[in-house]
């Protein structure tokens, strides 16, 4: 069992910024793409972000040029660098990861999620 645990979120006033934090842990073998997501009341969720283990990276229309995905393979996490937020970015994000376990069995996993407010 692979589980994802996010931290980071907060209230925030709009033009500044917010760094989100996801660990992977569990019985994992190996993590191939991880990403952000995320959801506001009565919408649909937006894929925000993606990486590869190789560190290529895409990113949604609305969030390109301000938000920034990285993560760091040894420690099996995830970042996602949040800059100019906009009233717009207030949701819960989530972490999503592909996950190998060491039973070799395959899990799309996503985390808890953690609520990011911009203020304006």
């Known amino acids: 069992q692979v589980q994802l645990v996010e931290s980071g979120g907060g209230l925030v006033q709009a033009g500044g910024s917010l760094r989100l934090s996801c660990a992977a842990s569990?019985?994992?073998?190996?993590?191939?793409?991880m990403g952000w997501g995320r959801q506001a009341p009565g919408k649909e969720r937006e894929l925000v972000a993606t990486?590869?283990?190789?560190?290529?990276?895409n990113y949604a229309d609305s969030v390109k040029g301000r938000f920034t995905i990285s993560r760091d393979n040894a420690q099996n996490t995830v970042y996602l660098q949040m800059n100019s937020l906009k009233p717009e970015d207030t949701a819960r994000y989530y972490c999503?990861?592909?996950?190998?376990?060491?039973?070799?069995?395959?899990?799309?996993?996503w985390g808890q999620g953690t609520q990011v407010t911009v203020s304006s």
């Open positions: 569990g019985s994992i073998f190996s993590i191939n793409n």
């Open positions: 990486i590869t283990p190789g560190g290529f990276t």
């Open positions: 999503n990861a592909d996950a190998i376990t060491i039973a070799r069995s395959v899990q799309n996993i």
